[in-house]
């Protein structure tokens, strides 16, 4: 009769089964992309934005803060047009912060807003190649939205293009944007901060009114997107967004809410631990929701699922 030697087989199962179980969980890293620009020295520009490069480094500040606190690495790189230069630099846990200058867009002085759009669309092509599926990606921006004008239709649509010498082709589409987003691996955070900045959302739940349908449909339906990505704007697509006197000082009324449950101290201007655990989006967009209920109104999408970026110890 054959004797079956169990004891090896049982123990290498369990020592499987212990691998798979016991794995110590891989952290995101999160990838910070930030566009901010005040609009300044622009021939037949728009008007000026003196707090948008304000917006620009609360939110970066308070993101990176948050990260070394939950113990995740960063990544970041944030493009600014300020005072009639255009810059780009890299903030990182590892190395702290250096230049990010793709050739082509040098040099970075004067009248050279017009190289904007191509580099963020550089800088979001640059993430892509780093980013893997574990991360979270946060794009921000701070600046000014428009309405163009689809001459096919022939009628106004307030479609929110980011434009930056006041020509609508010099801007960033929402398709343009999403496009870009979509390529990056990952979970995806869009926040922008702009007039008519809720065409930048849109929703993977064609049934907001009806959970059940939705849920049952939101794997099958081809015109559902399920890509990872969430976003939040300041205001619908019909309105603009505002921000108080630059003599007063403070950010842009929607980023001021973002930052007030992200946990920024305003008062001492400096990054700070907020009141909850866990940052999740739909607790971000209804605090910015419940506080601007004045001249704007912040947009997301209508999701059952939810996006954390934040579980923080200790709290």
Known sequence: MKKYHLLPVLLTLLLTVS?????????????????????????????????????????????????QYAGYEYEGIHVTYENGMLSATRSSSRTGESKFCPSEYLPYQGNSAKHMNPLILDVLDTVATEAQDNDITVFYYSGHGAGYRDTLKMKWLKVGTLFFEGNSQD??????????????????????????????????????????????????????????????????????AYAPSSKKGGFSYFTQEVLNYLGYDSQAKEPALPTKKDICYSDILSYAQEFITYSQHPQGEDTIRDLCLFSLPNL
């Open 19 to 67: 691998c798979d179980v016991f794995q110590p969980e891989v952290k995101p890293t999160i990838r910070i992309i930030t566009v901010a620009s005040d609009y300044k020295n622009l021939e037949n520009g728009p008007n000026n934005l003196p707090l948008s490069p304000v917006d620009q480094k609360g939110i970066k500040d308070q993101l990176e803060f948050l990260s």
């Open 171 to 240: 801007g960033l589409h929402p398709d343009e944007l999403h496009a870009a987003m979509a390529k990056i691996r990952g979970k995806k955070l869009i926040m922008i901060d702009a007039c008519y900045s809720g065409a930048f959302v849109y929703n993977d739940i064609n049934y907001p009114d009806s959970t059940d349908k939705a849920f049952d449909e939101l794997f099958t339906l081809p015109t559902i997107k399920n890509d990872n990505m969430w976003i939040m704007s300041a205001s619908k697509d019909t309105e603009q």
